[in-house]
């Protein structure tokens, strides 16, 4: 019996201990957006066809922080400052194929982007440097392209940052955020 109890306290002891190397759920979860959308699911697909239709161009690594009544632009995200586009990270834009952003054609690879919003626009910025925590190390001297597009409201409240990307018409794409009651497309030209 005593043995038991000494086993049953090392498994509690040992169990309790690992169970701490886990890091405590994020209030901004990270998310992930395809183009096109149902790239991840591509191999729910009937034909080959179909699947290959479906293989990712484009992927978008993001965190999703929350508004929780707060007022968020010109006040939680400063207008005229550099923004990471989110939380935590600095989000991540995987291309899979050549596209061009901005005037200027960017290869496949990984990448990071980060905005200067303004109260009529947001200035898209891609970067070659990726994962960095926020913009405190932001090297603007690393930026490959820029885009500046105007914003529009929405009357429908945004609770959680959002990223998405649609078919605009053939080869472009549009780069959608929007948080709050503030939406901004950018377009992404494939090659």
Known sequence: MKKHFILLALFTASASLFAQDFAKIDPSPMDATYYPTKAAQRFFESTPEKVEALTPKIKI?????QKKGRKI?????????????????????????????GGKKLAPGNYSFAILPTKDNWTLYINSTTDMWGVYTYDK???????????????????????????????????KMGWDNTIVEFPITLM
Do not use: C, Q
């Open 61 to 65: 690594l993001y965190s999703r922080p």
């Open 73 to 101: 632009f010109g006040n939680l995200v400063p207008y005229d400052k550099l923004w990471r586009a989110g939380a935590n990270e600095i989000p991540e834009l995987i291309l899979n194929v050549p596209a061009e952003i």
């Open 141 to 175: 001297s690393k930026n490959l392209s820029e885009v500046k597009a105007n914003t529009s409201t929405t009357n429908n409240e945004i609770e959680a940052f959002s990223i998405s990307m649609y078919k605009k018409s053939e080869h472009l794409i549009h780069l």
